[in-house]
């Protein structure tokens, strides 16, 4: 596609509730990011792709928070029971190989009641 | 752990005024990045910064890099409305397993007539 698209765009969760949210990179793109954006912040490091593998996950705040990629395309935020604290934007990104310039999807802006 | 401080945070402008966004960083990194997001949007790539010295402009913006003093800086010239948004500054930390980005706070800014 022409550029990194997210889906849901808006998510409204209830407390306790599993969501997941889905992450569709350029295509050929080989590395795949995830971010966390809190209201008024910067962008979070969660995780790091690089085709299937998942090489960083030293973001993820919690074991309810998992991610993965399994064709190296396509990725999947899952986030199991879902607390307030876990509202925020998600971000997802994709570049074509290492060190290079990553670019960044729409985002899905997650909200826990 | 790598560190990235802008300053100012918040930043009142009148058009066609100058002004600069600072943005510290704590280790030595490859490149510098800035970013252009608006409210409700993803983030928009503006400058990437790959070497010491390195100097990019476009329009009324122009990004500049000392990667011995680990500054970067975003200059405004002459602003206009249009450049209401907030600004990040972001570094990478191409280690073995990841090339994940570490944020700064992000600098809003707007512009009033």
């Known amino acids: 596609g022409a550029g990194v698209s997210q889906s849901p765009r808006y998510k409204v969760a209830k407390r306790g509730q599993d969501v997941a949210l889905r992450c569709d990179p350029i295509s050929g793109h080989v590395s795949l990011f995830w971010y966390q954006q809190a209201l008024g912040q910067g962008p979070e490091f969660l995780t790091y792709?690089?085709?299937?593998?998942?090489?960083?996950k030293s973001g993820l705040p919690s074991d309810r928070f998992f991610a993965e990629r399994p064709e190296g395309s396509v990725s999947t935020l899952k986030i199991q029971r879902t607390q307030q604290e876990d509202s925020a934007v998600y971000l997802c990104?994709?570049?074509?190989?290492?060190?290079?310039?990553?670019?960044f999807g729409q985002g899905t802006r997650l909200t826990v009641v | 752990e790598l560190k990235v401080e802008q300053n100012p945070l918040f930043l009142s402008m009148q058009e066609g005024k100058n002004y600069t966004i600072y943005c510290n960083y704590s280790t030595t990194s490859d490149r510098l990045y800035w970013y252009r997001q608006d409210p409700g949007k993803s983030l928009e790539s503006l400058f990437v910064l790959l070497s010491n010295g390195a100097v990019k402009q476009e329009g009324r913006l122009m990004a500049s890099l000392d990667t011995k003093a680990r500054l970067s800086t975003l200059h405004i010239t002459a602003a206009v409305h249009d450049l209401s948004a907030t600004y990040f500054c972001a570094v990478d930390t191409p280690t073995q397993n990841t090339d994940k980005l570490i944020f700064g706070t992000g600098t809003r800014l707007q512009v009033f007539p």
């Open positions: 792709f690089q085709n299937e593998a998942q090489l960083d």
């Open positions: 990104a994709s570049s074509d190989q290492r060190n290079t310039e990553a670019f």
